[in-house]
């Protein structure tokens, strides 16, 4: 479904990304994880077209779209839930869940029913279905994280990107967060998760890759990387290095 | 001898300006001379404000016009005489500067572009207005100034207009090369940084528009006696933008640009006058640009796509003058053209292309910007002020229970932390955890909602960025915030603003004090990039310096004010491994000279590696506290960033 | 009272004049963040287009707002194509802020080629006959004036919150990179402000020119006080350009009653130095967080 080949990107003389392969099935939920600066968001960016990677390739089933612009990777069914939300916050609930479809409207991509998958959205996300005429911008954090997961789902995309769901939230709403992850595994949705929370992530994931220092140091089933020192060393310095 | 060849051109021009008069007779064509000497003046100003702070000023016109009325006020109601008028006119136009830069204060960009273009319609109406005082749409009549009991020739007053001018060179030049000037620069590349270096935005700012004002003034002084005759509607928006199109043009960041400049707005128009004229001299620049655009292609430094439009657009400009019987009509549109193909093609104006053009085609290298390196660097570190370890161990910085909230947010909550003397304190926690917020909290940026910052038992809160890093509390960014444009010397300079007494005065005038200040400081900066590794790069505009080395050249700017207590904010992100070993080895040396340090850290080994303390952040609140490898085995710790 | 009534209506019909003016720096703004320095003369375009359209080619009144509103449409976009696209591209405020000056001065100066340097009357769609409404002349073009301006700016937020493709302006003017992935080409998006923000300055044009006189000078000062007014209000509040509009307007009438007509534009110049010396986020703006 995507596949990403010796990808690297940085900004202006950073580079951050060395070179990195991952690979994501179609149907099944991977997850990148690592500590902070080690190179997760501008993964996202790279592959959404946020930035433009300096060398690599990213296919996305068979087409190549790196270098692309994010609205025309966007139209090609790849949705991004960025990090920090990016709610628009002067619009409502409804509306922001609306122009998650946006390509559906203008007929870049199926049509499908519009009405019939807001309401699911909506009962899928409860707390957003109570809100619905709410601004965005007055929506908590978790609400927020909501709402930018089931906008990514109003594209009725190939495949959903998931950057850092869980920050800055409370471990409970993290909870909920991870519970609608689960489900949307449930029904089949393809997915890239991107997390700092390693143990959540590998919970929920198929399969894991862990990034350091703009590199994957190591990749393997989630369950077996759960177990891990690896791991923890990559987040918490120490053994292994 | 170094400097008499410098100084050749200007002796050149100086011979040239004297002989002028002798050897042409037509006092038409002297009047064109001194109508671009006086324009020269005020551009000179004007580039302080748009070369300079970097910013778009509209408001030109209209301070020209005051210093024309000035001079013209004073002659006609009070009959003062020139050598009066001239200090008068600079004076109440570097006032009016003063109060244009009151609401230009807190804004940069098109907002200060607008407050400039207020300014000069209100001037422009005002004058306008007030025929009380100015005599309105009539105008005033001025005749030549007098000189000994006889009023000067035209030939004598050309002569005093180019003394005037040689002069105002001379101080501008010396201005922008000192301090001062780096202030300015400082300024239009990094505001924050600027105020964190104790350079205060708001007061180099006001001193800009009002420096930028007295040359418009002075300029003004003279073009009324130039004219013999001043009325309103001269210094009009049109004008404010010709003064811009010109700076841009002939090139800002430099007094030749400025000269350059003015000779185009002014021969420009009498250019379009006479159409035949017009119609050779723009075939001339078509053949010249496509020449040098062919030159430039066979020699593979540039792109046909590149090429295009400015090749297209100024056979297209002689095609037209053919075409049309009369351009006089069309001058604004010529204008309003002119500055569309400079701001794209052209940005670095006449002198800066030529400069390229030059070095590219005869395949030089760009030599870096040549400022002589000091003449004997020190690498001992005494430059850092004997702290020693006076105290090591009391307490230099209290946070006490600080809150900050934006909104609903609470992104400290209620911290404390206790930074002892001689230590380095490490600061870390995941994303979103308060760690930039505190820095921001601890150097001025932010005020807290509640609770205080006791740095050597005063509480900061409430002073400015400013006066925080005057105090001793210096600080790098998380996002590189280095003064992009200037020398790696430079930037360690506006970091020693602090050591700089001299004033105006000294600086136009080159007294010793300012020379020893100015030669201090540089033996002092040099020997800080000496103690980061940076002294061969000395030269080199900061945002062409390697990542890794723009870290250092932070820290090393951090240093120059002196600190007893520097923050970084992680320097090591986007280094590589050995960039992060040289990183850690100037640390330490540091901290061994006594300066302290809070470091806001993501890369682990670093922190271990380095911090004697370390403090844990999650949510905006202190969740750990200890020795490295005990916050590194503290169950709170690991949950908190890899989750349960 | 009368005096007063009489100030008030003829100032509210400059105001709305401006807060239509001052509508579309807004819309440029929010989206891209840059604002065209010649609006004024977007204005003065459309004023004398739709001159030529009633005057020289004998179209109706009504007739000829549609054909000035396409101009304009296609005036705005190509500003946003020659002047602000390149700058935005290099990241240059300093070029797209030099770049719409110059191509206001370049409309300027063809204006004066084409029409003439003269100011020249508009013949006006309504009688000129003054009404008497609560002891104060109003001309029913000065009714039209407040009517048009509402009703330009209502259909205007009606798109922006009815239609998806409204939506998707709003959504790029709230946060450019989210609305891209969204599918929404920005750049494009971008274009269209221009295109809509010249389209309400020219309609604008055409509204205030029976009031007075026509010409290639017209421009300048309107487009200067629009701004005032853009900035008065908060660029990002709808609501606070009426009100900045009508403040400015009826200041400004007074001012022009109670000393001379010459001083008529400066309390509104002070007003803006003032607002933008204490509130530069506007009186109804919110102000910015800094983020280092």
């Known amino acids: 479904m995507l596949s990403i080949q010796n990808l690297e990107a940085g900004y202006g003389k950073v580079k951050v990304l060395h070179g990195i392969s991952i690979d994501v099935p179609k149907g099944q939920v991977i997850t990148l994880i690592g500590s902070n600066g080690a190179g997760k968001t501008t993964t996202m960016r790279a592959i959404t077209g946020m930035i433009k990677p300096t060398a690599g390739e990213v296919t996305l089933s068979g087409q190549r779209i790196d270098g692309s612009d994010s609205h025309k990777i966007a139209r090609l069914g790849l949705a991004h839930s960025p990090e920090g939300r990016r709610v628009f916050t002067t619009m409502s609930v409804t509306d922001n869940l609306l122009l998650g479809a946006f390509p559906r409207f203008t007929g870049s991509r199926p049509k499908g029913d519009i009405k019939t998958d807001l309401e699911h959205a909506l009962e899928m996300f409860p707390r957003l279905k109570e809100r619905r005429n709410q601004l965005a911008g007055t929506l908590s954090g978790g609400e927020q994280q909501m709402l930018a997961m089931a906008r990514a789902v109003m594209l009725n995309p190939e495949i959903i990107l998931l950057d850092e769901p869980s920050m800055g939230l409370a471990p409970i709403l993290v909870e909920e967060v991870f519970r609608i992850i689960s489900n949307l595994k449930s029904q089949g949705v393809t997915m890239l998760l991107v997390e700092q929370f390693a143990a959540a992530a590998l919970n929920v994931a198929d399969y894991g890759y862990v990034l350091e220092n703009g590199k994957i140091a190591t990749h393997g089933p989630a369950s077996k990387l759960k177990d891990d020192p690896a791991v923890k060393a990559a987040y918490l310095g120490g053994s292994g290095h | 001898m170094m400097k008499l060849k410098s100084h050749l051109p200007l002796l050149a021009a100086i011979l040239g300006l004297i002989g002028l008069p002798l050897f042409v007779e037509n006092p038409y064509y002297i009047h064109l001379a001194e109508t671009i000497l006086i324009y020269t003046i005020l551009l000179f100003g004007l580039d302080i404000v748009v070369g300079y702070v970097g910013q778009v000023s509209l408001g030109h016109a209209g301070l020209f016009g005051i210093g024309s009325y000035t001079a013209g006020i004073l002659f006609f109601h009070l009959g003062w005489p020139v050598w009066a008028t001239i200090p008068a006119s600079i004076i109440v136009t570097a006032i009016f500067g003063g109060i244009l830069a009151l609401p230009a204060l807190k804004v940069i960009g098109p907002y200060l572009a607008m407050v400039t273009l207020a300014f000069g319609t209100i001037a422009q109406i005002l004058i306008n207005e007030m025929s009380w005082l100015t005599e309105g749409p009539l105008g005033i009549k001025l005749t030549l100034p007098e000189l000994m009991g006889t009023t000067m020739t035209a030939s004598e007053y050309f002569w005093l207009v180019a003394a005037i001018t040689i002069l105002a060179l001379i101080v501008v030049d010396r201005f922008v090369k000192s301090q001062m000037g780096r202030a300015f620069e400082a300024l239009r590349d990094s505001p924050v940084a600027c105020d964190c270096m104790g350079v205060s935005v708001y007061r180099f700012k006001v001193i800009a528009f009002v420096i930028s004002a007295g040359f418009a003034g002075l300029a003004g002084c003279l073009y009324a006696y130039s004219e013999q005759y001043i009325s309103p509607n001269t210094y009009n928006n049109e004008l404010a933008v010709l003064f811009l199109l010109a700076i841009i043009m002939g090139g800002r960041k430099s007094r030749l640009g400025a000269a350059i400049g003015a000779a185009i707005i002014v021969l420009l128009p009498k250019l379009l006058d006479d159409i035949n004229l017009f119609r050779i001299v723009a075939s001339i620049i078509a053949v010249v640009v496509t020449v040098g655009a062919i030159m430039a292609l066979s020699k593979k430094i540039t792109t046909p796509k590149r090429v295009a439009i400015p090749v297209a657009g100024v056979v297209g400009l002689a095609a037209f003058s053919f075409w049309l019987n009369s351009i006089a009509d069309w001058r604004l549109s010529i204008f309003g053209f002119m500055i569309l193909l400079v701001v794209y093609y052209l940005q670095n104006g006449i002198v800066g292309f030529a400069k390229t053009f030059y070095l590219a085609i005869t395949g030089k290298t760009k030599t870096t910007v040549g400022e002589a390196t000091a003449e004997n660097t020190d690498s001992s570190v005494d430059f850092i002020s004997a702290i020693g370890n006076k105290n090591a161990g009391a307490e230099l910085l209290k946070v006490d229970s600080v809150l900050m909230q934006f909104g609903g947010l609470k992104a400290l909550n209620n911290v404390d932390l206790s930074i002892k003397r001689g230590t380095i304190h490490g600061l870390i926690g995941p994303n979103g955890s308060g760690k930039s917020t505190m820095m921001n909290v601890l150097t001025g940026i932010y005020v807290p909602t509640s609770g205080n910052v006791f740095y050597a038992d005063e509480s900061v809160v409430g002073k400015t960025s400013s006066q925080i890093a005057l105090s001793g509390i210096a600080r790098t960014f998380q996002n590189v915030q280095l003064f992009g444009e200037m020398t790696a010397l430079q930037n360690i300079l506006v970091g020693l603003h602090h050591t700089f007494k001299s004033n105006m005065l000294d600086i136009a005038l080159h007294l010793p004090r300012y020379l020893r200040e100015e030669r201090d400081a540089r033996n002092r900066a040099m020997a800080l990039l000496k103690f980061v590794g940076l002294e061969n790069l000395a030269n080199e505009e900061a945002r062409n310096l390697p990542y890794g080395k723009q870290r250092l050249l932070e820290i090393a700017r951090a240093l120059a004010l002196d600190p007893e207590l520097l923050l970084l904010d992680e320097p090591a992100a986007g280094l590589t491994a050995p960039d992060i070993k040289e990183l850690l080895r100037i640390i330490r040396k540091i901290r061994d000279n006594g300066i302290t340090f809070i470091l806001i850290e993501h890369h682990m080994d670093v922190v271990m590696s380095v911090c004697d303390t370390v403090s844990v952040l999650d949510f905006g609140q202190k969740i750990a506290e200890g020795k490295p490898a005990e916050v590194q085995a503290n169950e709170k710790v690991i949950s908190a960033y890899l989750g349960t | ?292």
């Open chain 3, 1 to 292: 009272m009368d005096m007063l009534a009489q100030i008030l209506t003829s100032g509210i019909a400059v105001g709305m004049i401006y807060a239509v003016i001052a509508f579309g720096f807004q819309l440029t703004f929010a989206t891209s963040g840059t604002l065209n320095f010649g609006q004024g003369e977007a204005l003065m375009l459309g004023a004398l287009v739709g001159l030529t359209c009633v005057d020289t080619l004998g179209m109706n009144y009504w007739a000829m707002i549609p054909v000035v509103c396409l101009f304009g449409m296609l005036q705005g976009s190509f500003v946003e194509l020659i002047g602000v696209r390149p700058a935005i591209k290099i990241k240059s405020e300093f070029g797209w802020i030099m770049s719409t000056i110059a191509l206001g001065i370049i409309f300027k100066n063809v204006a004066e080629n084409v029409w003439g340097r003269d100011a020249l009357p508009f013949p006006p769609p309504l009688p000129m006959e003054p009404m008497s409404f609560l002891g104060a002349n109003i001309l029913p073009m000065e009714i039209l004036v407040v009517v048009g301006a509402l009703v330009m700016m209502l259909l205007v937020e009606f798109f922006n919150r009815k239609t998806i493709y409204g939506k998707a302006v709003v959504a790029t003017a709230n946060d450019r990179d989210a609305a891209g992935l969204m599918g929404i080409n920005t750049s494009m998006v971008i274009t269209f402000s221009y295109a809509l923000s010249s389209l309400t300055a020219a309609f604008a044009g055409v509204l205030i020119a029976p009031l007075t006189l026509t010409g290639a000078t017209m421009g300048g000062a309107l487009g200067l006080k629009a701004f005032a007014v853009a900035i008065i209000g908060g660029l990002s509040s709808g609501m606070g350009i009426i009100v900045g509009g009508l403040i400015l307007g009826i200041v400004e009438t007074a001012t022009g009653f109670y000393f001379s007509t010459g001083y008529k534009d400066v309390p509104g110049l002070i007003l803006l130095l003032l607002v933008l010396a204490y509130k530069p986020s506007g009186l109804f703006g919110k102000s910015a967080i800094k983020k280092v």
